[in-house]
C-alpha cells in the first residue's frame, strides 16, 4: 500500500478536475428543462450548490452530490476530502445532513482491495464526524480512482440560503484560506514538506458545519462554498444569481503561506488557466497586477470553504460562529455592490 500513489493513476485531482465554467454552460444549454413543480425550491437556475425540494411548510430536502480523482497519495486520506467536499454542499444550503450515498469507480485491475477500503475507511470517518451513515451507494470499474457523495440533508424552506439572495452593501466573508490548488499542483511535484502537508489536510477535511447556523440568521443573505471554480468564479455566481456587482481587497484574502510561496515560484493548477478563460472577461484587475495573484483568485479549491453575504450588522454574529465552530477566524474580503456582474480586485 506504501508503494501505491493515487495520483499517479488520474490526470487530474480534486475539483480541478471538475468541467471548466464556460464549458459546462455550453452542455448545459443543451439539457432539457423538464419538469419543474412548485416544491423545487432550488433547481439549476443560478448554478447553486444543491437542490431544495419542500415536503412540507417546514421540512425541505436538500440533495446533491460530489465526487472526483485523487487530490493526494494517501487512500484514507483521499477519502476524507472527498466526504468533506460532498458534504459541504448541504452545509452552503443551511441544511442539515442526514445520511449519504457512497459513489465508487475504482481501476480493480491496479488497485488492492485493502486501498480501496481505506478511502472507503476515510469517506466513512468523516460521516461519523457529521454524524450520518454511509446508507448505501453504487461502484464501477473504472480507468481512474473516482470516489464521492450524494449528500441528503433538511432545512426549514423559509431558512434555505442560495447563492441568489445577496443585497447590494452586504459583507463578503470567508470563512477557509485560499490555496488549496496550489497545494495539490505543488505535491505532484514533490514540493510540499510535511507542515505544508498537513497545513493542506487541515483544511481539506474540515467540515463546513457552520453553514447550517447560518440558516437561522436572518442577516446572511447569500451562501456559497468555493470549490472548483475558485474563489472568483463563485463568487460571480453569487453576482449574477443576485443581479450585482462585487468588489474584493485582494490584501484582505486569506491565504495559505505556503500556497503564496509556490504560486509565487510559478506552481499552479491548470485548471486555474481554464477558470479564467471561462470568466476572465467579468473580472477587473488592478493594472499592473502580478498573474499570481489572478492565478491565486481562480485557484481551484478542494472543500474549500463558505463564501458569505451578509448585511453589516451580521458580520460579528458570523465570524463568531466561524470560530465557534472550526476554531479559526473567518475573513471579511469584500462587499457587494449595485451594477453589473463584475468583480472588482482592489
Given at each position: 500500500?506504501?508503494?501505491?500513489?493515487?495520483?499517479?493513476?488520474s490526470?487530474?485531482?480534486?475539483?480541478?478536475?471538475?468541467?471548466?465554467?464556460a464549458?459546462?454552460?455550453?452542455?448545459?444549454?443543451?439539457?432539457?428543462?423538464?419538469?419543474?413543480?412548485?416544491?423545487?425550491?432550488?433547481?439549476?437556475?443560478?448554478?447553486d450548490?444543491?437542490?431544495?425540494?419542500?415536503?412540507?411548510?417546514?421540512?425541505?430536502?436538500?440533495?446533491?452530490?460530489?465526487?472526483?480523482?485523487p487530490?493526494?497519495?494517501?487512500?484514507?486520506?483521499?477519502?476524507?476530502?472527498?466526504?468533506?467536499?460532498?458534504?459541504?454542499?448541504?452545509?452552503?444550503?443551511?441544511?442539515?445532513?442526514?445520511?449519504?450515498?457512497?459513489?465508487?469507480?475504482?481501476?480493480?485491475d491496479?488497485?488492492?482491495?485493502?486501498?480501496?477500503?481505506?478511502?472507503?475507511?476515510?469517506?466513512?470517518?468523516?460521516?461519523?464526524?457529521?454524524?450520518?451513515?454511509?446508507?448505501?451507494?453504487?461502484?464501477?470499474?473504472?480507468?481512474e480512482?473516482?470516489?464521492?457523495l450524494?449528500?441528503?440533508?433538511?432545512?426549514?424552506?423559509?431558512?434555505?440560503?442560495?447563492?441568489?439572495?445577496?443585497?447590494?452593501?452586504?459583507?463578503?466573508?470567508?470563512?477557509?484560506?485560499?490555496?488549496?490548488?496550489?497545494?495539490?499542483?505543488?505535491?505532484?511535484?514533490?514540493?510540499?514538506?510535511?507542515?505544508?502537508?498537513?497545513?493542506?489536510?487541515?483544511?481539506?477535511?474540515?467540515?463546513?458545519?457552520?453553514g447550517?447556523?447560518?440558516?437561522?440568521?436572518t442577516?446572511?443573505?447569500?451562501?456559497?462554498?468555493?470549490?472548483?471554480?475558485?474563489?472568483?468564479?463563485?463568487l460571480?455566481e453569487?453576482?449574477?444569481?443576485?443581479?450585482?456587482?462585487?468588489?474584493?481587497?485582494?490584501?484582505?484574502?486569506?491565504?495559505?503561506?505556503?500556497?503564496?510561496?509556490?504560486?509565487r515560484?510559478?506552481?499552479?493548477?491548470?485548471?486555474?488557466?481554464?477558470?479564467?478563460?471561462?470568466?476572465?472577461?467579468?473580472?477587473?484587475?488592478i493594472?499592473?497586477?502580478p498573474?499570481?495573484?489572478?492565478?491565486?483568485?481562480t485557484?481551484?479549491?478542494?472543500?474549500?470553504?463558505?463564501?458569505?453575504?451578509?448585511?453589516?450588522?451580521?458580520?460579528?454574529?458570523?465570524?463568531?460562529?466561524?470560530?465557534?465552530?472550526q476554531?479559526?477566524?473567518?475573513?471579511?474580503?469584500?462587499?457587494?455592490v449595485?451594477?453589473?456582474?463584475?468583480?472588482?480586485?482592489?
Amino acid at each position: 500500500m506504501e508503494q501505491i500513489k493515487l495520483t499517479q493513476f488520474s490526470h487530474g485531482g480534486g475539483c480541478g478536475c471538475k468541467i471548466a465554467p464556460a464549458v459546462l454552460s455550453k452542455l448545459l444549454a443543451h439539457a432539457p428543462v423538464g419538469i419543474v413543480p412548485a416544491d423545487l425550491l432550488v433547481g439549476t437556475e443560478t448554478a447553486d450548490d444543491a437542490a431544495v425540494y419542500r415536503l412540507n411548510d417546514h421540512q425541505a430536502i436538500v440533495a446533491t452530490t460530489d465526487f472526483f480523482t485523487p487530490i493526494v497519495d494517501d487512500p484514507f486520506d483521499f477519502g476524507r476530502i472527498a466526504a468533506t467536499n460532498a458534504l459541504s454542499d448541504v452545509y452552503a444550503m443551511g441544511g442539515r445532513p442526514i445520511m449519504a450515498l457512497a459513489l465508487v469507480g475504482m481501476p480493480l485491475d491496479k488497485l488492492p482491495p485493502e486501498v480501496i477500503g481505506r478511502i472507503l475507511e476515510g469517506g466513512a470517518s468523516v460521516c461519523r464526524d457529521a454524524g450520518i451513515p454511509i446508507a448505501g451507494g453504487h461502484s464501477i470499474d473504472v480507468l481512474e480512482p473516482i470516489y464521492g457523495l450524494v449528500g441528503l440533508g433538511i432545512v426549514d424552506p423559509a431558512e434555505v440560503k442560495t447563492n441568489a439572495g445577496a443585497q447590494d452593501g452586504d459583507v463578503l466573508i470567508l470563512t477557509k484560506p485560499l490555496g488549496v490548488g496550489i497545494l495539490s499542483a505543488g505535491l505532484k511535484k514533490g514540493l510540499l514538506s510535511e507542515a505544508d502537508y498537513a497545513e493542506m489536510l487541515r483544511w481539506t477535511t474540515l467540515l463546513n458545519r457552520v453553514g447550517t447556523r447560518f440558516a437561522g440568521m436572518t442577516g446572511v443573505h447569500a451562501v456559497t462554498d468555493v470549490t472548483g471554480f475558485g474563489l472568483a468564479g463563485h463568487l460571480l455566481e453569487i453576482c449574477r444569481g443576485s443581479k450585482l456587482g462585487a468588489r474584493v481587497a485582494f490584501d484582505d484574502l486569506p491565504m495559505i503561506d505556503a500556497a503564496v510561496k509556490l504560486v509565487r515560484d510559478g506552481v499552479a493548477t491548470g485548471a486555474s488557466t481554464r477558470n479564467w478563460a471561462s470568466y476572465g472577461d467579468a473580472i477587473e484587475m488592478i493594472p499592473g497586477a502580478p498573474e499570481w495573484q489572478r492565478k491565486l483568485i481562480t485557484d481551484p479549491q478542494t472543500s474549500g470553504g463558505l463564501l458569505v453575504a451578509c448585511a453589516a450588522d451580521t458580520v460579528d454574529t458570523v465570524l463568531a460562529a466561524v470560530r465557534e465552530d472550526q476554531g479559526s477566524e473567518g475573513r471579511v474580503i469584500g462587499r457587494m455592490v449595485a451594477g453589473d456582474a463584475v468583480l472588482r480586485v482592489e
